[in-house]
């Protein structure tokens, strides 16, 4: 399944959470990516870390374009053109950058690749727009002015979809503030898959919090 950049932004939309997640051991990268598409969550960011990181990702996508068809496997943490083209040239579905690089953009267009760039300011949100980016992250999200500042951006810009990590937990308290600020999905790293459960191989008890997190923003957005 060639999952398109409309899909991906329809299925990250719809979940509502984009796990991000790092481990260096495929077995265990490849159970958690799994638990948190039983979730409820189809599209993962996997983040770019470290020597060879971007092998052990081909080697991800492979086994799940192979196994899990349906999971759609992004890649976060990249930086510049070159790194994303590697991921790209691996089966990234999606890039996520903490910053705001023009040449990814360009890197990932010529690919028809979503791009969520890290923006800090609502000049950095509209050069993202000229850059063709649907969905913008908000990065470090609670940092650079939390809900408040999602509210704030999309009274003169309705049209911005952002994304913060940083700052969103995985509780109905934290889901309504920054849902009811306006925005479209949250990252969400080692709050939703914790260190403690990766450790104890608890990928059903990942599966559960997953899934509670959905559920919660799917409640709030029926309200």
Request: aromatic residues 8%.
């Amino acid at each position: 399944m060639r999952h398109d950049r409309l899909a991906v932004l329809t299925a990250l939309e719809a979940q509502g959470v984009a796990p991000v997640f790092y481990h260096p051991d495929p077995e265990v990268s490849l159970n958690v990516i799994r638990a948190c598409a039983r979730g409820g969550a189809k599209a993962v960011e996997f983040t770019n870390r470290g020597d060879f990181a971007c092998d052990l990702f081909g080697d991800l996508a492979r086994e799940l374009q192979r196994t899990d068809p349906d999971i759609i496997l992004g890649i976060g943490s990249v930086v510049d053109a070159g790194t994303a083209a590697l991921y790209l040239n691996r089966g990234a579905r999606f890039v996520v950058s903490p910053c705001l690089v023009e040449e990814v953009a360009r890197v990932c267009n010529r690919r028809m690749t979503a791009y969520f760039p890290g923006c800090g300011s609502v000049s950095e949100i509209g050069q993202a727009h000229e850059l063709g980016c649907e969905i913008v992250k908000l990065f470090p999200g609670a940092s650079v002015g939390g809900a408040d500042f999602v509210k704030a951006v999309l009274g003169p810009m309705p049209w911005t979809k952002i994304m913060p990590t940083g700052g969103v937990d995985p509780d109905e308290a934290s889901i309504a503030k920054w849902f009811g600020s306006g925005i479209v999905a949250a990252g969400m790293g080692s709050k939703l898959v914790t260190d403690a459960a990766v450790k104890a191989s608890d990928w059903a008890g990942i599966e559960a919090q997953v899934r509670r997190t959905v559920d919660a923003i799917a409640a709030f957005r029926a309200r």
